[in-house]
Structures are given as structure tokens and as C-alpha cells.
């Protein structure tokens, strides 16, 4: 089982919950100002190279972070002139979910049994960094984290990865760029 797992997480699309809304948690250092960040550079998982995302899936979210930082109206650049470098890293953990439903009465009273059910399912979390070029610090975080299902085609899976994206940065501080 845990093979099939492995086998499935690359196909697996970041977090594709059986909800298609997002809500991210996000930070940024108010004392930065934002409003002097022209450019970016995505350097993406570099640092980290999850073996479990598919180099198919990374070129969809750096894409999708390209594409929604441009609505920002910041140019892409190289990695050495950008104002902000984007970094990001996918994390996927098995998990099992527990209920428990007490069995009902009899005409001598409620019994002490319950029925058991678990699920296995996967959750997976994504974290986009935003560092200042200069100084090598962190500048804004974002993350979301939810269950993962599988999706069936490479247009579901951009559509998807686009949608998470654009929740990750919705909490981007624009009020100062």
C-alpha cells in the first residue's frame, strides 16, 4: 500500500481538496518596503528538490507564481538583479482519520460498543517564501494545508495548482507595492 502511495503522489496535485476554495496563512515583516519590489526571480524548490513532485508539477506552480506576481505588476528577472527571490517547498504525509459512532440502545440500556471507521488519506502542505534579495531574509510567508485527492488530467492539475496559488498570495501586502 505504501508503494501504491508513493507511486500516486507525484500524480497527486498539491493540495486538491474536494473543496475548490483555499484559504492560506500568512505573514510578512511590516517593517519591509514592499513598495520598492519591481522584480522576482522564482527559484522554486531548489534547495530542497522534493523527489516526491514531478518536475511537470513544479513548472505548473512556478507558472502559476510567475503568472500571478505579473498581476502584481512585478517583472520577472534573473536570479542575481531580482528584488525578491520566490522559494517554495510540498510536503505530503499520510494520516488516518478515526470515528467513532457509539452503537445505539436495547430494551436493557446502552451498551458500551462503538463502531470504529478509519480513512487513510494524504495531506499535503505548501509554503511559498518571499526573500529580499539583498539581505537573504524573508520578507512574506504563505501557506495552505489540506487533504489531497487525485486529479484526472494535466488541465484539471493547472487549472488546480493555479487555484491554490492565487490563495497563497491573496494575502500578499499589494496595499504598499
Not at 500516486?8 to 492560506?24: F, G, K, M, N, R
Not at 482519520?97 to 470504529?116: A, L, N
Not at 487549472?159 to 496595499?175: D, H, M, N, R, W
Request: with cysteine.
Amino acid at each position: 500500500m505504501k508503494a501504491i502511495k508513493l507511486v500516486i503522489i507525484p500524480l497527486l496535485v498539491l493540495l486538491s481538496a474536494c473543496s475548490t476554495t483555499y484559504e492560506a496563512d500568512s505573514d510578512y515583516n511590516s517593517a519591509y518596503n514592499f513598495k520598492a519590489v519591481d522584480s522576482f526571480y522564482v527559484v522554486g524548490d531548489e534547495q530542497y528538490k522534493n523527489p516526491y513532485l514531478s518536475d511537470m508539477n513544479r513548472d505548473r506552480i512556478n507558472d502559476s507564481i510567475s503568472a500571478e506576481l505579473s498581476k502584481l505588476h512585478l517583472d520577472v528577472q534573473n536570479k542575481t538583479s531580482a528584488d525578491v527571490l520566490i522559494s517554495y517547498f510540498v510536503v505530503t504525509k499520510e494520516k488516518i482519520k478515526v470515528t467513532s459512532t457509539p452503537v445505539t440502545y436495547s430494551r436493557y440500556g446502552t451498551y458500551g460498543q462503538s463502531h470504529i471507521n478509519t480513512r487513510d488519506y494524504v495531506e499535503g502542505t505548501i509554503i511559498i517564501d518571499v526573500v529580499d534579495n539583498k539581505s537573504q531574509k524573508s520578507i512574506w510567508r504563505s501557506s495552505i494545508q489540506k487533504s489531497v485527492k487525485e486529479l484526472d488530467t494535466p488541465e484539471e492539475r493547472s487549472q488546480e495548482i493555479a487555484k491554490v496559488v492565487k490563495a497563497l498570495f491573496a494575502g500578499f501586502p499589494t496595499q504598499q507595492i
